[in-house]
Each structure stands twice: as structure tokens, then as C-alpha cells.
């Protein structure tokens, strides 16, 4: 089944010019408020609704119509032809350019784009309409409803964002949809979105997460640290006359600090380590994070503002001083709280996502066209 995709869709800023940005623009907003229940994440301020508008925009797909080369436009016919039967509802191939243009970044070009990859792609946006399709049936199974006023206000906004009827109407027609199959785009969103807030978001209360800290304590410990600069001088080992010369070059930097220049600055002037543009800082450490035992345990039994003596690895040479030590502390709860959320949240919900994905699938009947 080939899919047809636009190329011609220009970056445009979200944020500024929603309603002429583009598919793509957008394609993480649902995904996004499926995933964390909370508008504050999705990168927008304007609240639930407005959250719901946007992604209209998105899933609508109007605003790649007419920029598209002629020949690379489906046939109307086809945009309605049914690809993929859920439960008996169908997933229309203009259903699935939508999806496919959503998960395609902006600056690709399909050209460019192996026949393996599109496959991958055209896939992937499948995938992403059948469990769109069966949370809707689940919601309307539950019995939730979405607000038929709020449904025809994000359509009225969808259309004004137009300057005429017929230039809508176009939209429409090229994007394989008409006002009713809109519609209904505009209540799935709602619904989907209530399912997810009724079957799957989960709400921590301050005490929930106190409980849970005061009762796993030692996850909360933050291990005993050292912050150090670093210079480095790297050696091809197969090259043994780079030993010598890698030698000099560090101890002429060793002298240069003995002489009462600074350590930064040699770093940057002679350290081979990406650190070296931040004066060789390579920012707090704990044990087990730095890769050879040697200099790890050098930095941990150094007193704060000495320098080491040279030392020597098979990838060259290394000087450390230590600027800074943290002893072993227990992290407050008011300093984790926030972070506790979200990996409890996170956890979770995905739990809970993947058990719906899964019984929904179970028992659906999805038949490929």
C-alpha cells in the first residue's frame, strides 16, 4: 500500500502560528497529554482546551493541503478507501497520510527516505490509529461523552482558520475527510483524552509521596562526591614515540601550574579531554563514575585544592585537582519531591497503559485491507 505524503510543508514556530504550522508541527501533542495526563508538560500554557484545539489541528491535517505537487497527490478516491478494519470501523488510507506526516519530521524529504524506512514509518502511524481507534470504542463502551459544544466550537475554529469556505472545503477533500469524518476526529480526541484521565492517569498526594520516601530511605542517599579538574593528554598506543612526546607536553603543563599559573587555563591550552573547554571541570563525581580505578581513587583521597602527580594510562596521561568534596547525605524529601512525582507517575501509567493496550488488543478484531 503506497502512502503519499506532502514535502513542501515550511517550519513554521508552533507556539506562535498554531493554526499554519503544519502537521508535523504539532505531532507530539497527543502523544504527549496521552502519556503524561498533564497539559503543563506538553509544552503549551493555554490549558486543556486549547490543548484539544491544537491537536485538531494536528490529526485534521488540513494545512499540507494544496501545497503538494499534483502528481504526488492520491486520487480522492483512494484518500477514503478503507486500509485497516477495527472491530469493524475502518482506518481510511487518508487516515493514515495524516498519521504518516505526523511522525515524519519537517525537514525530511520522503525521497530521501529508504522504501525499508517508509515501510517502518507507514507502520508505525498504523499501529498509532488502531489503538487511537480502540480507545475511542473503550471510551464509548464506558460511556463517556464528550461535550457535542466544545466538539463544534474547535470545528468552527478550524474552519475560520481559513479565509474562505471553498479554500476548507478543498482542505478537506484533499486530506480524505469531509465534515461529519472531522467531526467525528474532533469527539475521538475528546474521548481518548478522557479515557486516558479515567483509566490510566494516577495522582500522588504530597503524603502519598512522603510515605513512600520515609519507607524506601536509602534510595534516597546521595553518595559521597568529588568535583575535580582534569588534564588529559592523549597517546595513540600504537605509536610508541607519542609516549615520549605526550610525557613532555604534560609536564610542561604540570610546571606551568607549580609556577602559579592558572589550572583552567592550562586545560584549555594543553588537556586533549572535551572538559578542557570548561577549564578541565568534569563537574561532580561519585564512586563507580570515573573509568579508571587508578585516578578514582587518587580523587577520593586527595585533600580539596591539591594537585596530583602525573599519572599514566594506555591512552596517555593524566593530572586531577580537586576542587570540591561532598560527603555522603541523605537528600530531603522537599528536594525529591518533585522528581519522586514524576518517576512515580511515569512508572505507573505506563503500567497501566500497557495492561489497556493489551486487553483492548486482545479482544479486538483488526483486519489489514
Known amino acids: 500500500m503506497k502512502i503519499y505524503t506532502n514535502k513542501a510543508i515550511s517550519k513554521t514556530s508552533c507556539a506562535v502560528i498554531p493554526a499554519k504550522a503544519g502537521i508535523q508541527c504539532f505531532q507530539g501533542v497527543l502523544d504527549c497529554l496521552i502519556k503524561s495526563g498533564n497539559d503543563n508538560e506538553?509544552?503549551?500554557?493555554?490549558?486543556?482546551?486549547?490543548?484539544l484545539i491544537l491537536i485538531v489541528f494536528v490529526l485534521s491535517g488540513l494545512f499540507f493541503a494544496g501545497t503538494s505537487p499534483a502528481e504526488e497527490q492520491p486520487?480522492?478516491?483512494?484518500?477514503?478507501k478503507s486500509a485497516v478494519l477495527v472491530n469493524d470501523a475502518p482506518i481510511n488510507r487518508g487516515d493514515i497520510l495524516i498519521e504518516v506526516n505526523k511522525l515524519v519530521p519537517l525537514e525530511s524529504y520522503h525521497r530521501s527516505m529508504s522504501e525499508e524506512k517508509m515501510k517502518e514509518v507507514e507502520e508505525k502511524a498504523i499501529e498509532s490509529l488502531i489503538y487511537r481507534e480502540l480507545f475511542y470504542q473503550e471510551a464509548k463502551r464506558l460511556g463517556l461523552k464528550a461535550d457535542k459544544k466544545e466538539v463544534k466550537r474547535i470545528y468552527d475554529i478550524t474552519r475560520s482558520s481559513y479565509s474562505s469556505r471553498k479554500t476548507f472545503e478543498t482542505a478537506l477533500k484533499n486530506s480524505g475527510l469531509t465534515k461529519d469524518s472531522?467531526?467525528?476526529?474532533?469527539?475521538?480526541?475528546?474521548?481518548?483524552?478522557?479515557?486516558?484521565?479515567?483509566?490510566?492517569?494516577?495522582v500522588y498526594s504530597d503524603a502519598?509521596?512522603?510515605?513512600?520516601?520515609?519507607?524506601?530511605?536509602?534510595k534516597f542517599k546521595q553518595p559521597e562526591g568529588v568535583r575535580v579538574r582534569h588534564i588529559y593528554v592523549q597517546v595513540d598506543p600504537s605509536q610508541q614515540e607519542a609516549y615520549k612526546k605526550a610525557k613532555a607536553k604534560i609536564e610542561?603543563?604540570?610546571?606551568?601550574?607549580?609556577a602559579g599559573e592558572d589550572f583552567a587555563k592550562i586545560a584549555y591550552e594543553y588537556s586533549s579531554d572535551p572538559s578542557r573547554v570548561k577549564g578541565g571541570d568534569v563537574g561532580l563525581l561519585h564512586k563507580g563514575m570515573i573509568p579508571v580505578p587508578e585516578i578514582e581513587k587518587v580523587a577520593f583521597s586527595l585533600p580539596i585544592g591539591q594537585m596530583s602527580?602525573?599519572?599514566?594510562?594506555?591512552?596517555?596521561?593524566?593530572i586531577i585537582r580537586v576542587e570540591e568534596k561532598r560527603p555522603e547525605r541523605q537528600v530531603p524529601f522537599a528536594e525529591i519531591k518533585n522528581k519522586l512525582h514524576k518517576e512515580l507517575k511515569d512508572k505507573a501509567e505506563k503500567e497501566k497503559l500497557d495492561t489497556l493496550k493489551k486487553r483492548l488488543r486482545e479482544n479486538a478484531v483488526i483486519k489489514r485491507l
Open 252 to 258: 610542561e603543563a604540570v610546571a606551568k601550574i607549580k
Open 42 to 51: 506538553c509544552g503549551f500554557a493555554y490549558g486543556f482546551l486549547t490543548k
Open 182 to 202: 472531522l467531526m467525528l476526529r474532533i469527539e475521538k480526541d475528546f474521548l481518548v483524552a478522557a479515557l486516558y484521565k479515567q483509566e490510566v492517569t494516577m
Open 75 to 80: 486520487q480522492e478516491q483512494d484518500m477514503f
Open 309 to 318: 602527580g602525573i599519572m599514566e594510562t594506555e591512552m596517555g596521561y593524566h
Open 208 to 218: 502519598d509521596l512522603e510515605s513512600f520516601y520515609k519507607k524506601n530511605l536509602d
